[in-house]
């Protein structure tokens, strides 16, 4: 059982596959298991990382409480541990927070960052206003609302269930995971650092509109944007395949070699 050491806390990590790196970073609901629709499918192609975050799935959490600040050095201990290099960090919703500070501490491992349904806790007064107001409107919805369409919760009522039932498997709640936000990286750090950034988002997504994600591309020179059509927050789950494609293909394009300092 593959255990990294993230400054003495025990980070449970799985690694399948071979060939370019694709590590992906789990939401507030999420662990290491809710990314099997994509290491089935992309592990043929790609060496697919999963982690477990501190508090969720198989990793320690017996810590009483648990810091946002924290998850970072979770992401770069399975780096390190796997001694990855030009790795491709995948986050899913707050799981893009930790996915884009772990890329900025260790950029010689890192060679981009795709912010899934996230703004990856970028510091820009523009950006926090407009994520806020999104936010305003998604409260208004149930929980699962916001996450999975309705047609999707009608017609798959198993897989529903399924994704209810994931987060059971967590000590840590989206309550738990204080200053996750606080201190975000500034536009200009992510510019310094080398590692290219990408926005991938989808058209139905209740938490954080395409105007939102759309603006935060403008801002952000040089960085891609991937709107998938119909698709919802949990793009991951409801519509793997468009995931997944979109995912391959960044990982294919992202790839250009840093220019030497």
Do not use: C
């Not at 017996?62 to 770069?76: C, K, L, R, T």
């Amino acid at each position: 059982m593959p255990i990294a050491d993230s400054d003495g806390t025990s980070i449970y990590y799985e690694r399948h596959g071979s060939g370019p790196a694709i590590l992906f970073v789990h939401g507030s609901g999420g662990h290491h298991a809710a990314w099997w629709q994509q290491v089935a499918a992309l592990r043929e192609e790609f060496t697919v990382v999963t982690v477990d975050l501190r508090g969720f799935g198989k990793s320690d959490s017996s810590m009483a409480e648990f810091d946002g600040q924290d998850f970072p050095g979770d992401v770069v201990a399975v780096l390190d541990a796997e001694d990855l290099t030009d790795a491709m960090l995948v986050g899913q919703s707050i799981g893009s927070v930790a996915a884009l500070r772990a890329g900025l501490l260790r950029p010689e491992r890192v060679g981009s960052v795709v912010l899934g349904h996230s703004l990856g806790g970028i510091s820009h007064p523009e950006l926090k206003e407009l994520a806020a107001a999104d936010r305003a409107e998604a409260v208004k919805l149930p929980v699962i609302d916001r996450l999975l369409t309705k047609e999707f919760q009608r017609s798959r009522p198993d897989l529903t269930f399924l994704f209810q039932q994931m987060g059971t498997f967590n000590v840590a709640k989206m309550a738990d995971l204080r200053n996750l936000d606080t201190n975000g990286p500034s536009l200009d750090d992510i510019r310094g650092s080398g590692v290219k950034v990408a926005f991938l988002a989808g058209e139905k997504d209740a938490v954080l509109g395409v105007k939102t994600v759309t603006r935060a591309h403008e801002l952000l020179d040089g960085s891609h944007l991937e709107i998938v059509p119909g698709a919802p927050h949990s793009m991951y789950w409801e519509v793997p395949a468009q995931y997944n494609a979109a995912v391959a293909q960044l990982r294919r394009t992202l790839t250009a070699p840093k220019e030497a300092a």
